[in-house]
């Protein structure tokens, strides 16, 4: 895997922090402040991730950077079913941003222990 550049880990971290805080804010503090935030965060962690690449022909390791590339797409959706209802362009049940978080990270947690497993066994 490539490695990120010190500006690009600080993006992802974060993007990762700005999700965590902005859904524990909103549980707390209803404001609308909150989902935008959350859709950053989503999109800073989403698209910097999706900047690595894996350049080896270990077909284990290119599944997992599918499934990770597939859980930041989630991620990504979930930010954007969170705000879209703010903006009138979707009228939901508001909850649907649950479904593709949920996806999303659990896919994330299994690539992340996975990829640095397969990663360990390939060096």
């Known amino acids: 895997m490539t490695e990120l550049k010190k500006w690009q880990l600080a993006l992802l971290y974060t993007g990762g922090i700005l ?3 902005s859904l524990i804010a909103r549980l707390f503090y ?3 402040i909150w989902s935008y935030l959350f859709l950053l965060g989503t999109l800073l962690y989403g698209c910097i991730q999706m900047l690595q690449r894996y350049n080896g022909k270990n077909v284990v390791i290119r599944r997992l950077r ?3 590339i597939f859980s930041d797409l989630a991620l990504i959706l979930s930010g954007l079913s969170v705000v879209l ?3 009138n362009i979707y009228y939901g049940h ?3 941003w649950l479904i593709f978080f949920s996806i999303g990270a659990v896919l994330q ?3 992340s222990f996975r990829l ?3 990663l360990e066994k390939e060096k």
């Open 19 to 21: 999700m965590v805080v």
């Open 30 to 32: 209803p404001s609308d």
């Open 66 to 68: 599918r499934i990770q």
């Open 85 to 87: 209802p703010l903006l």
């Open 94 to 96: 508001r909850n649907e």
């Open 109 to 111: 947690l299994y690539t």
């Open 116 to 118: 640095s497993t397969e």
